[in-house]
Every structure is written in C-alpha cells, then in structure tokens.
C-alpha cells in the first residue's frame, strides 16, 4: 500500500471512530495533531483511536487532538478533509450548539481565554520564525568557523534573507492581533509600523526624542487591539456609506496618538522589566532557578500554558539580542525523549514500543509532543523523571549562561540557533538531560506493570 493510500486509510478510520461524516463540527491541525470537534463526544471512541494504526496518542480537551506526529499530520489531514462532508443536520447543528456553550463555560476563565488569544497571535507566525532563526543560525555559525567571510554577497544574502522577520515582526503581531480581537488586519499592521516607523526618531514627546521601536512586541499588541476595540467602537455610530473612509481614519488617528503617548512608554517599561526580571532570577537564582525551570516546562506543555511564553522569548530578543530562557525550557523535550529510550528498552510490551519508536524521531527534532501524551504521560512516573531530567540539563544551560539568537523549534535543531560560541555547550546540556531521564526513568521510573493500556 502506497503512503498516500495509508494515509487515506488512517483518515478513514479516524473518521469512522469519530462517528463519522455527520458528526464532526470542524477540525484543523497543529504540528503534530489533528484536532477534531465532534457534536457529539459520546460517539467519539477515544480508546479505539489511542490503538489506531499511525496514532501516537490522543489527548481529551476542549477538542478530540489526535497525535499523529510532524508531517503525517499534513497528509491526515488533507485526507480527512477530503472525507469529511459539509452538509449538516439541522438536530445535528442544534447539538454543535449545546456543545459550543458546554465548551465556553469550562474554559472560560478571563486567564485561558487570554492565553489563547495570545497563542493564537503568534503560533502562526511559528514556521516563519523556525525558518528565519534557522538561516540567522547556521550563516553565524559557517562564518564563525572561518568557512565564510562576512563581507562577502553571500554572507550578506543569507544575512538579509534570515533578519528580515525579525526586522518587521511587529507588522505580522499586528495583524494577527487585530484578527484575533475582531479588528481588521490591515489596520493591525499599521499599529505595528506605528512602533517600528524609523521616523518615530523625529517625534519629540515631553521633552524628550521617542526610540523606535520602543515598547517592542508588547507595545505592538497594545496598539493593535486598542485599534481593534477603537474600530469597532466608532463604526457602532458611522453611517455604513462613510464607513470605508471616516472609521480606518479616525482608528489610526487616536491609535496612533495613544501609542506615542501611552503605549510605546507602557510596553518599554513592562518589556524592560520581563528582561531585567528573567535575568535577574538566572543571575541570582543560577543553578536552581535552571533545574526548576527546566523541570517545570513539560507540565505547561501538558496544560497548553507554554504557548503564553512566545512573546516573552521574542521581547528578551528584541530587548538584549539573544534569549537565555529558551535552552533551558528546550531540556525539558530532552528529559523526555531519555525517559521514553527507557521505557523502550525495559519494555516487553510491542504495542508501547511501538509507540515510542514512532514518537522519539520527532522528540529528537524537538517535537515533544507524540512522547508526553502517547507514553510518559499516560505511564505517569516516567512523566516525573522525565522532568527530573529536564531539571538537571536545565541547571547545566543555566551554569554557562546558554543563549539563542532566536527562536524556534527545541531538541537537536536549537543548536542552529544557540549563539555559535556556545553550540557545544548547548549539545552536551542537552545530552545531559537524555542521559538524566533514561538514568532515572530505568532505575525508577518504570515497570511493564504500569503500561496495561498497552497490553
């Protein structure tokens, strides 16, 4: 059978196991799952998907997330597309209804509906900053090792291709935050040009010249969503034949306004304070303050809450040039990755093993997802080592101070993007917490009595 037939296949018994066509309400994909809304979660046999064929795990939340791991999720997905139909009863939308208020009310608490929002804002912009931090990487380090000189056009190519995200980033997080709280994105973006316009340098406010690109990223969503919410508010009193000029007008007007005097001061002080607060918990707290964090990230994996931290790695590299907490946090898919090795080596039972050579490659790539809630979640204790060993690699990165120039995905790819003078260092850390979760997770973490749902 051909891999596009296979993923036909697997598409199909998903879809089968969801209780078919009828009975889905939307999906979409992540890296790496598919997520499913069904009207009816009733009719969803999550334990049947869990023993799929291709399936790495399933988590129950607010949506049906089917882990199906990086890049087969794609091919899932287009195939699922393909099978799912749009017709829809309307008993079966009076239930999607029912669903969507039951849904609201369990997650709807002021600091999940922030985070999501957040999350929302920036983890589109996610293979673009994968792509750019990867290029800015690898062109520092070559001509770090001497392999090119940084005068030269193809040096400075590469430069340019690799920094332009990073140049204009405020105007994709503008846009994306108008989206996300009902403004219009074209309007999103030029309340990020606001922030990063160079001649913001001519503007003299109270005295004294405005920076640009003063208040960052925090300043940039500041903007955006109170041009959302300006917008929104003037077009309740526009006659709809004025609206296209007087409301995108008088949005920008006071928006840009409240920016210069408000929200560039506001979001430098709250930007300066993030970075000279995170700094100040590395320089004091050192070694601990690298174990607990370390230690801590896969459990804000498991609740969805690392997602909030992007634009707190973004700002430490806009504010200082480099983020210091991303290697540390990146330990924690290391510890996960050496726990799962030893699960796999203890094991007799195929069916986790199975699973574990499935999920370690993406784990290896960074993409810790496939091992937390396909196998060290679910096992329980090898959830814990797994994140004693995060700790102890997290402690490591912490001791010598390693960086990244910018972010992107965790595990062996980050060293590309770690600042080139401290690349082995980052690797041996990183080796560190494998060789810390496989330590503990055989010695402690595991017997083949815990796996009896993968008998």
């Known amino acids: 059978m051909s891999k596009e037939n296979n993923y036909h ?9 969801c209780g078919g066509k009828s009975n889905i309400s939307s999906y979409t994909h992540c890296m790496t ?31 049906l997330q089917i882990i199906l791991g990086t890049g087969v999720v794609n091919h899932v ?10 017709e829809e009863g309307a008993d079966v939308k009076e239930a999607a209804a029912k669903k969507k208020a039951d849904i609201n009310r369990k997650n709807a608490t002021p600091f999940k509906l922030f985070l999501r929002k957040i999350a929302s804002i920036f983890i589109p912009l996610i293979p673009a900053l994968v792509a ?3 290029i800015t990487g690898i062109t520092k380090a070559i001509i770090q090792a001497g392999w090119l000189s940084a005068d030269s056009q193809i040096a400075v190519i590469l430069t340019v291709i690799g920094s332009g995200l990073f140049t204009y980033l ?21 309340a990020g040009i606001l922030i990063i316009n160079p001649e913001i340098a001519k503007i003299s406010l109270f005295g004294e010249e405005l920076l640009p690109g003063r208040g960052g990223l ?36 006071i928006t840009g306004i409240v920016t210069y005097v408000v929200f560039m001061p506001l979001g430098g002080f ?13 320089d004091i707290g050192g070694i601990a303050a690298g ?10 994996v498991v609740t969805g809450l690392h997602q909030g931290l992007t634009p707190v790695h973004m700002e430490l590299i806009n504010s200082i040039g480099n983020d210091p907490l991303l290697p540390i946090l990146a330990m924690g898919g290391a510890g996960q990755v050496g726990a799962a090795f030893a699960v796999f080596v203890k094991t007799k039972k195929t069916t986790l093993r199975k699973a574990i050579a499935g999920g370690l490659p993406s784990g290896l790539l960074g993409i810790g997802e496939p091992l937390i809630f396909g196998v060290t979640l679910p096992l329980g204790r090898p959830f814990l080592t797994a994140c004693l060993g995060a700790g102890i690699g997290g402690a490591f990165q912490a001791y010598f101070q390693v960086a990244t120039i910018a972010i992107g995905v965790s595990g062996l790819p980050l060293s590309f993007l770690v600042l080139p003078s401290q690349i082995i260092l980052y690797i041996v850390g990183l080796f560190i917490s494998y060789a810390a979760g496989f330590l503990l997770t055989y010695a402690f973490g595991y017997k083949d009595e815990m796996a009896s749902q993968f008998d």
Not at 9 to 17: C, N, P, R, S
Not at 39 to 61: F, M, N, P, T
Not at 292 to 300: C, E, K, Q, S, V
């Open 132 to 134: 750019s931090g990867l």
């Open 33 to 63: 799952r598919l997520r499913i809304t069904p009207y009816d979660e009733s009719k969803a046999d999550a334990q049947a998907l869990r023993k799929l064929d291709g399936v790495l795990g399933v988590v129950e939340a607010e949506t």
């Open 170 to 190: 405020g105007i994709l997080v503008g846009i994306n935050a108008s989206k996300e709280f009902g403004g219009t994105p074209a309007l999103g973006a030029l």
């Open 9 to 17: 296949h697997l598409a199909q018994k998903i879809l089968e196991l």
């Open 218 to 253: 925090i300043g940039v969503l500041f903007a955006a969503i109170f041009i959302a919410y300006t917008e929104q508010f003037i077009r309740r009193f526009i006659p709809q034949s004025l609206d296209i000029i007087v409301t995108p007008t008088v949005s920008l007007l």
């Open 270 to 282: 709250i930007s300066d304070a993030i970075t000279s607060g995170l700094l100040s918990i590395l």
């Open 291 to 300: 174990f607990i964090l370390g230690a801590t990230f896969l459990p804000l």
């Open 77 to 86: 997905t287009a195939a699922f597309s393909k099978l799912v139909s749009a």
